[in-house]
């Protein structure tokens, strides 16, 4: 394991690789990402107390795992992920190797914003005077009561919201059929938008996929996580949805990010 600048190349093979490629600016530190600096295959930033770990791997998953746990992932395998670039208008971005994006945290318009990790296992994307986007992965210290879980064939329908135990988060379908995520105060945390058709309901399937369908039978919206047949969807005391195979996350909803496991059917 090699340490260039503050930053961790777990891989024999991208350190080899490493060449000029890598951008890092000197003023870089363990636990954060600076803004210009590069984040290549094989490589990662580490929380102060070592134990949590945010970088990528040679399959292009955008990870965050803390004592070897896994938390969080970008939901990017197999997208022929080149490296991660914390831009300079703010905007942490994922490129393939036709330097095209295809993740980002969608956080542009702040320039000077920089990525960090903190002790408790969470990633935090800070601007000049907010936070602008988290992982939203460590629980640590909340409690809400009960989670909202929707498990194989459970259903949302037009106009019925989950919530958590305090009532803090609910996760609804529209009457007009979009799917959105609500905080405290009835703050407007994430939507779908509108589908602009009727909708049916939607569905925790028995394949893992968790998917919105119209009136003509129709996916109009998914995860994109079929193949695991034991999976559920959750929503945490932190406000983060996401949706686990037993043991990990395999799809998660971060506040103000996109991600490509996000599926529209039109």
Excluded: K
């Excluded at 000029?20 to 295959?41: K, N």
């Excluded at 970088?55 to 490296?83: A, E, F, K, P, V």
């Excluded at 459970?154 to 135990?165: C, E, K, S, V």
Aim: proline share 3%.
């Amino acid at each position: 394991m090699t340490r260039i600048n503050g930053l961790v190349l777990r891989s024999s093979l991208c350190a080899a690789a490493f060449g000029a490629t890598l951008a890092v600016g000197s003023s870089a530190m363990a636990h954060s990402i600076e803004p210009e600096q590069r984040l290549e295959c094989g490589q990662g930033i580490y929380s102060d107390d070592g134990r949590s770990y945010f970088g990528l791997q040679n399959d292009g998953n955008l990870i965050l795992s803390r004592g070897g746990r896994s938390m969080w992932t970008s939901n990017t395998r197999g997208l022929n992920i080149r490296y991660g670039l914390m831009q300079g208008d703010g905007n942490f971005v994922l490129f393939d190797h036709h330097n095209r994006a295809r993740w980002s945290t969608g956080t542009f318009g702040h320039p000077g914003a920089y990525l960090n990790l903190l002790d408790d296992g969470n990633v935090f994307l800070y601007g000049a005077r907010e936070t602008l986007w988290s992982s939203y992965t460590e629980q640590a210290n909340v409690s809400c009561g009960d989670v909202i879980t929707l498990r194989p064939g459970g259903m949302l329908y037009p106009g019925h919201h989950l919530y958590t135990g305090d009532r803090g988060y609910s996760l609804g379908l529209l009457n007009e059929g979009g799917l959105c995520l609500h905080g405290r105060g009835g703050r407007s945390l994430w939507s779908t938008g509108a589908f602009n058709r009727p909708i049916q309901y939607a569905t925790m399937l028995n394949d893992g996929n968790f998917v919105v369908i119209d009136r003509f039978g129709q996916d109009v919206w998914s995860t994109g996580t079929a193949g695991y047949p034991d999976a559920y969807l959750e929503v945490g005391c932190n406000g983060n949805a996401a949706i686990y195979n037993p043991g990990r996350p395999i799809w998660s909803l971060n506040r103000g990010s996109w991600m490509n496991g996000w599926n529209r059917g039109w």
